[in-house]
């Protein structure tokens, strides 16, 4: 249960000493409660106050780190739905290499992981991971595969059946951070210790929700806390019901057992595309899918980085006059906001209607035309600020400013606060740019 700032502010030193960069103790412990410090930040909390507190600042989903450095991060989630607050760890999608797989086709998918890349409004989205799978040949073959996977420069999970060669394959990629798949009460007892000694995280699975809550407790009462939950389901609606459940458990009633980042596995074909869909919307931790399909990779690549944007937060670009083209002196001037998908839509659009042309993107927080405008974030007076510290005044022999349609009302004070300017109103929708470009420029 989260403690409020007086219940934590009773276990500081309560010394005002200003250590911690805060001015009392009592405004660290609020800036604690709200989750907007570290403890660490206390040189003089005891040992007592650090307990207390690490255990309340826990997330309610644990945080996991997989691969050499721990870099890919999973968990640590606070909330249920997206529009609460924000989903904080993307779903890692991992592609499948098998053993039974030929030599070259294996090489194929391993070079297609590693060089595939979405560029998708100035972000660079990219595969997260590889699973390798021990479906036929020896505990050598495994190993051998492993290793080659590894070179993909991707964190690994190892998967087989035999929780010796899954143990054998843990031991030569020591140090790795590995995802171990998937004990089960049987074997969690050897997979634990492999894990343990080589430093890898371990996904859990049982028939049933209570027998995997059980097996989980009983290994973080162990002590080993790197734990994966992947759940036994039979159908689409079972596995959506059982991770709703467990998310549920962990962030309602801060059940520790299933506060855990989930592991699932997505079936071939139209299927699988369904089943990836769900677990990223609700609430896969690692999603395995079963070869590398580039545009199944870029629609759920473009999915997540909508369901993981923080809604608080819109994707921002720098706020500054672009180029487009090889714009001179006589090119038009275009305006739109700092908000991303906004911009890279109209700066496409001005490609594509072969212009040689500056767009002026002020700071807007993110927002897109018609919500900066209705929320005074995008102003004539504004706008002719921004032009005139941007320089386009002394640049331009034609002075040409575009406005979006949707910010027609602010023209008339865009024409006050920028003498000698000629204003023009574009259209509403960024498609119809080239169409206005030939008629009126």
């Known amino acids: 249960m989260a403690l409020t700032g007086l219940q934590i502010h009773k276990l500081l030193p309560g010394t005002n000493c200003k250590d911690c960069g805060a001015s009392t103790c009592l405004a660290f412990a609020m800036k604690l409660a709200q989750k907007k410090a570290d403890l660490a930040d206390c040189p003089h909390a005891s040992d007592e106050a650090r307990k207390v507190l690490g255990a309340a600042a826990e997330p309610p989903v644990r945080g996991v780190g997989l691969g050499p450095s721990r870099s890919l991060k999973l968990g640590e989630e606070t909330v249920l739905l ?12 991992a592609v499948t290499v098998r053993t039974s797989d030929p030599a070259e086709a294996t090489a194929r998918t391993l070079a297609a992981v590693r060089d595939y890349l979405l560029v998708r409004v100035g972000e660079e989205l990219r595969l997260d991971m590889v699973l390798v799978d021990h479906d036929a040949g020896d505990v050598a073959a495994f190993i051998a ?3 080659a996977a590894a070179e993909a420069g991707r964190p690994l999970a190892l998967r087989s059946a035999d929780p010796a060669a899954l143990a054998a394959a843990a031991e030569a990629l020591a140090g790795q951070g590995c995802l171990l798949c998937s004990a089960t009460p049987d074997t969690a007892d050897a997979l634990v210790a492999a894990a343990t000694t080589h430093g890898h995280a371990l ?18 009462d162990a002590g080993f806390h790197d734990l994966f939950l992947h759940f036994a389901t039979h159908s689409p609606a079972e596995a959506l019901q059982t991770s709703t459940l467990a998310r549920r458990a962990a962030l309602r009633a801060a059940f520790k057992p299933l506060g855990l980042p989930h592991l699932a596995f997505a079936p071939a074909e139209m299927a699988g595309s369904v089943a990836a869909v769900r677990e990223i919307c609700k609430y896969g931790g690692v999603l395995v899918l079963p070869g590398f399909d580039p545009a199944q990779a870029a629609v759920l690549l473009t999915l997540r980085q909508n369901i993981y944007t923080d809604p ?6 720098e706020p500054k006059v672009y180029e487009i083209g090889e714009p001179g002196p006589e090119s038009p001037v275009f305006l739109t906001t700092n908000f991303s998908l906004t911009y890279f839509l109209v ?17 807007c ?9 209705a929320a005074g974030k995008l102003t004539g007076s504004g706008v002719a600020k921004f032009v005139k510290e941007s320089g386009l005044d002394d640049r331009l022999s034609a002075k040409r400013l575009v406005l979006p349609g949707y910010a027609a009302p602010i023209r008339g004070e ?9 204003i023009l109103v574009g259209p509403q929708e960024a498609a119809d740019l080239e169409g206005f470009a030939k008629s009126r420029l």
């Open 82 to 93: 997206r529009h609460e607050k924000t989903f904080v760890h993307p779903t890692a999608l």
């Open 145 to 147: 595969l492993a290793k």
């Open 203 to 220: 996904a859990l699975t049982a028939p049933d929700l209570d027998s995997l809550a059980a097996l989980s407790k009983r290994l973080r």
């Open 312 to 317: 608080q937060k819109p994707v921002q670009v």
């Open 347 to 363: 700066s496409g659009e001005i490609e594509n209607a072969g212009l040689s042309a500056w767009l002026a993107v002020p700071d």
């Open 365 to 373: 927080d993110g927002m897109s035309v018609l919500t900066a405008w």
């Open 414 to 422: 865009l024409e006050d606060g920028l003498p000698g300017w000629t």
